[in-house]
């Protein structure tokens, strides 16, 4: 989902030699999968009050203030830098909407959040089932992927992102550990927990397949 990496390496350049269309052109390339990656993580209830495409808005002003400073020093790859400022707007939002307004926001119905699409759906149900290809194994795949929201906001916080991480965003598990500031080995096994504790949430011990299968 996020832009190629070579364009972004030679837009960068281009920034780093002073040329501010490759700047505007670098920030819009991200306007997208920002507002992506914040859709999937805006509380429901928050997301009544506040446009993702808000918090995309200010992600963009804030690094276009900071890109020099970046380009200094850039200890992290772009799109990883980016997602940064995100969540840390994110998490600024739902400060001011969940703690200090709790009430007037909780009384109010929440949205649902957006949908995954459908290959980044597919990528995830592929690693909770058994990979031979069956008319029965088909029919679970279908199944899981219409109930795979409602089990990821079942999830604990670190376990719903990193799975968000990986199978939304697509990041590679390299970007996840630097991401999180974890070694590649502990990125992999929380990624790795995560992933059975989703399957639990969607078929429990003791409980037969979907339904239809």
């Known amino acids: 989902m996020w832009p190629n990496r070579e364009d972004t390496d030679r837009l960068l350049a281009d920034a780093r030699r002073g040329d501010p269309g490759a700047v505007d052109k670098l920030l819009g390339e991200f306007r997208e999968p920002l ?3 914040i859709d999937l993580r805006l509380d429901p209830a928050v ?13 963009l002003i ?34 001011r909407h969940r703690l200090a307004q709790r009430r007037s ?17 597919a990528s995830l149900v592929a690693h909770l089932i ?21 089990a990821i906001d079942q999830l604990a916080a670190d ?25 590649e080995a502990a990125a992999s096994m929380r990624y790795l927990r995560a992933l059975r504790r989703l399957r639990t949430v969607l078929v429990p011990d003791g409980e037969d397949p979907p339904a239809s299968l």
Not at 66 to 94: C, G, V
Not at 130 to 150: C, F, G, N, V, Y
Not at 168 to 176: D, F, G, I, K, P
Request: proline share 4%; glycine share 0%.
């Open 47 to 59: 997301a009544r009050r506040v446009d993702a495409s808000d918090i995309v808005q200010d992600v």
């Open 105 to 121: 926001v909780d009384r109010e119905q929440p949205i649902a959040r957006p949908a995954w699409a459908d290959e980044s759906s």
């Open 159 to 183: 376990d719903r992102d990193i799975i968000l991480m990986r199978h939304h965003e697509a990041l590679s598990n390299q970007e996840v550990a630097k991401a999180l500031g974890l070694t």
């Open 62 to 95: 804030e690094a276009n203030q900071r890109l020099t400073e970046y380009l200094k020093s850039p200890d992290m790859p772009f799109h990883l830098w980016l997602r940064h400022l995100a969540q840390d707007r994110i998490i600024d939002t739902h400060r």
């Open 35 to 37: 507002r992506r990656v």
């Open 130 to 150: 058994d990979t031979e290809r069956t008319p029965t194994s088909e029919a679970i795949r279908h199944e899981l992927q219409r109930r795979l929201s409602d």
